[in-house]
């Protein structure tokens, strides 16, 4: 009988440990994936931030605080280093999207923040203290305004996962590497805070319109930036 309970618990520990190596390899394959839609935004002299590609032809959003300026500079994952003009910039939301002059870059699908539960598992990546493509993993605490360790009065998507500087601007994503945020900051030691996608999509819908699919081009604003 003992030796029987012996077998069983060595199975168990040897499936566990299949397990665990089969979650680190497909997050590993997972951020090696989504890399590429991952960009630096310098602005001027005050640091770096990260930003993400959303269409191939040259449109990244980021963080308000990242990116406020009109020229700023953004380096894609190949380090091509891309002058970019601002378009819009909500500094309630803390959002700007930049243009660049590219047609080859990755972006990264826009995925439903609505639908998020409570435990279910994000990576946050970005550039923390200058590491390029660092991340961070948990699980999500909540959605939407009544959020104790988020400020009142917009939507916040809450982790329970560390953000660094750097990460700010960079891509929160689900198992299927899709955007679900926009690191936006650190509301304590292990929570961290993204404007949700949702929110992400009305102020690109607000702020130059339409964005079209993959190999197609987006609607162009004007030369002056929006400010919402």
């Known amino acids: 009988m003992l030796d029987t309970l012996e ?3 060595l199975e168990t520990a040897s499936g566990r440990g299949d397990t665990l190596r089969l979650l680190n390899q497909s997050l590993g394959e997972l951020t090696q994936r989504v890399r590429p839609s991952l960009v630096r935004v310098v602005d001027g002299g005050r640091g770096a931030g990260a930003g993400v590609v959303l269409h191939e032809r040259g449109l990244i959003v980021t963080n308000a605080h990242v990116a406020h300026r009109r020229r700023t500079l953004v ?25 660049v002059d590219a047609d080859d870059l990755e972006p990264l699908a826009i995925g439903d923040s609505q639908a998020l539960a409570a435990g279910s598992w994000l990576l946050a990546m970005g550039h923390p203290f200058g590491v390029l493509g660092g991340t961070t993993a948990g699980v999500v605490i909540g959605v939407g305004e009544d959020l104790p360790e988020a400020p009142p009065g917009r939507d916040w998507l809450a982790m329970s996962l560390q953000l660094r500087p750097g990460h700010s601007g960079g891509p929160v994503i689900d ?9 936006t900051m650190m509301a304590g030691p292990q929570v961290g805070l993204a404007v949700p996608a949702h929110v992400v999509k009305r ?19 004007p030369a002056e930036p929006r400010m919402l």
Do not use: T
Request: glycine share 8%.
């Open 7 to 9: 077998h069983v618990e």
């Open 75 to 99: 380096e894609d994952w190949r380090a091509r280093q891309l002058p970019a003009r601002l378009l819009a910039l909500d500094r309630q939301h803390d959002l700007a999207v930049l243009s």
């Open 175 to 183: 198992v299927h590497g899709q955007l679900l945020g926009v690191n």
């Open 203 to 221: 102020f690109l819908k607000e702020g130059i319109g339409p964005v079209k699919p993959r190999h197609r081009r987006w609607a162009r604003p």
